[in-house]
């Protein structure tokens, strides 16, 4: 039986982005900016991704809740036709 021993995909994309993360930071120490220039800059942009944030983890609940209607409705059919075809087996 084959192992997948490669890496995961939850793993490749937190290594993206502690990379983006770290390239971010080098940058900003190098940036020709006073500090508090940066520090305003910083927190900008930690606003930015805090809504980013929220917006993505609404859109994974509205995912979520979308899947379990329709893991849902696939179930209350199969019993619907299960039931039909019960029915039709002893008429």
């Known amino acids: ?21 770290t390239g971010a930071a080098l940058a ?3 940036a020709p900016a006073t500090g508090a220039e940066t520090r305003e800059f910083l927190g900008e942009k930690a606003r930015e991704g805090r809504d980013r944030a929220v917006k993505a ?10 899947g379990r209607e329709n ?15 019960r029915s039709g087996d002893t008429a």
């Open 1 to 21: 039986m084959a192992r997948d021993e490669g890496a995961g995909s939850g793993s490749v994309l937190l290594a993206f982005l502690i990379g983006a993360v």
């Open 28 to 30: 900003l120490l190098y």
């Open 57 to 66: 983890a609404e859109r994974g609940r509205q995912a979520v809740q979308e």
């Open 71 to 85: 893991v849902k409705t696939a179930i209350d059919r199969g019993r619907e036709a299960f039931q039909q075809a």
